[in-house]
């Protein structure tokens, strides 16, 4: 986990933030964790597959009648999410961003934030805002 002196800028933080989530989508879960000052993944890992569901009504998708942890069993769903469009609060200490699934965007967005720690600044989350 990066460990800024001073307040990092927006776009240092949009960067650690498309890492995190590309190694994501390559299943590289423990790599993603190391990034950032990180909430439980599996909680994430679990919102982002129920919001693909739901944005696939069309049978496309992951499967609603799949066992109950198939959405563990199998990552390779999550190289069909991307990343949308950035959100940034007007204290520029929080940024949520839009997921897509298969280029749509679902129900869920990531938050993360710039947090205060003894050595300096680290990047925090990613909550998960439905």
């Given at each position: 986990m990066r460990i800024w002196t001073e307040r990092p800028a ?83 200490s929080h940024v949520y961003v839009e997921i897509t699934h ?10 993360f934030w710039v947090k205060p720690v003894d050595a300096g ?10």
């Amino acid at each position: 986990m990066r460990i800024w002196t001073e307040r990092p800028a927006e776009t240092d933080v949009e960067g650690v933030v498309r890492r995190y989530f590309s190694l994501l989508r390559t299943g590289r879960i423990h790599e993603a964790e190391q990034l950032i000052d990180h909430s439980p993944v599996r909680h994430v890992i679990k919102s982002l597959w129920a919001a693909a569901v739901e944005a696939s009504g069309d049978g496309d998708g992951p499967n609603r009648s799949s066992a109950e942890d198939e959405w563990e069993q199998d990552l390779s769903w999550l190289g069909e999410l991307g990343l949308a469009d950035f959100h940034w609060s007007d204290t520029g200490s929080h940024v949520y961003v839009e997921i897509t699934h298969r280029a749509q965007v679902i129900e869920v967005a990531l938050g993360f934030w710039v947090k205060p720690v003894d050595a300096g600044w680290v990047i925090a989350g990613p909550s998960t805002l439905w």
